[in-house]
């Protein structure tokens, strides 16, 4: 396993810097990343670089995931994508823990508020948010909740 560390800042009420620690450990011998402070796992299997799908088709794709010996897998919500996110770095903007990566768009499960036709997604070129119609096909990275 590999470990890497990450000091995010979080500012908070403009002036006010709260530092966070993220930790991140691979497994590669299962194509996952640990996120020791969410306690989320993440899929980052070689199939991350290349499965694009629409909304619904990246939720069921998720849903029926194996990987890493687990099967509960999801498709992670917008926040849940966003804490991987790191935005001192671009193309991508993601730790370099992760090694299966498309610099895209991602789907989350969180759908768009003012458009019931759209979701949110981020991207990992840049680490922005984005919504697109639901019928788009685009990036899925799953995620399970650790135990």
Excluded at 18 to 29: K, M, P, T
Excluded at 30 to 51: A, E, F, M, P, R
Aim: glycine content about 8%.
């Amino acid at each position: 396993m590999i470990k890497n560390t990450i000091l995010l800042k979080l500012a908070l009420l403009g002036s006010l810097t709260v530092g966070l620690q993220a930790e991140y450990i691979r497994d590669g011998s299962k194509n996952i990343v640990l996120d020791s402070s969410s306690g989320l796992i993440w899929q980052d299997d070689v199939v991350v670089k290349t499965t694009t799908r629409t909304w619904a088709d990246a939720i069921t794709y998720c849903e029926g995931l194996s990987v890493g010996g687990y099967d509960d897998w999801r498709l992670p919500n917008q926040n849940e994508l966003r804490s991987i996110i790191d935005k001192s770095r671009v193309n991508p903007s993601l730790s370099p823990i992760f090694v299966n990566f498309a610099s895209d768009f991602y789907w989350s499960s969180t759908a768009y508020a003012s458009n019931g036709d759209h979701a949110r997604d981020v991207g990992f070129y840049n680490g922005y948010d984005y919504g697109y119609p639901k019928t788009y096909s685009t990036d899925v990275r799953c995620v399970r909740a650790g135990q």
